[in-house]
């Protein structure tokens, strides 16, 4: 499964107004992530979302403040690349797992 293949369609809403150029960003990066399936050598659906988020904001997931600004995600406005951890904890993070979740049970039985 392709990584990116989650981030659609966008939420319909977002915390902040950096959130959502950062959902696109990530989308953009992990056009070519594939989760492997190797038992080997498995990836993390969360393992993967973290570190795009840590590559594109500077920020670790774990400790990032509540509240931080992106440079690259200012696109103007006073509160313009503001990123609100609450939303991508409670909000987006799990939005992504559903997604995967159903996806997953599709291929299962497809």
Do not use: C
Request: no cysteine.
């Amino acid at each position: 499964m392709v990584l990116s293949d989650l981030f659609t369609p966008f939420p319909e809403k977002f915390g902040l107004r950096g959130d959502p150029y950062l959902w696109g960003m990530m989308a953009a990066r992990l056009n070519y992530s594939w989760l492997n399936e190797d038992e080997d050598e498995p990836l993390s659906l969360e393992g993967e979302i973290k570190r795009a988020f840590r590559e594109l904001t500077g920020q670790n997931w774990d400790d990032a403040p509540d509240e931080f600004q992106v440079e690259a995600l200012n696109h103007g406005g006073m509160s313009g690349g503001w990123i609100s951890m609450d939303w991508w904890r409670r909000t987006g993070l799990p939005l992504l797992r559903d997604r995967f979740d159903a996806a997953d049970v599709h291929l299962r039985n497809a």
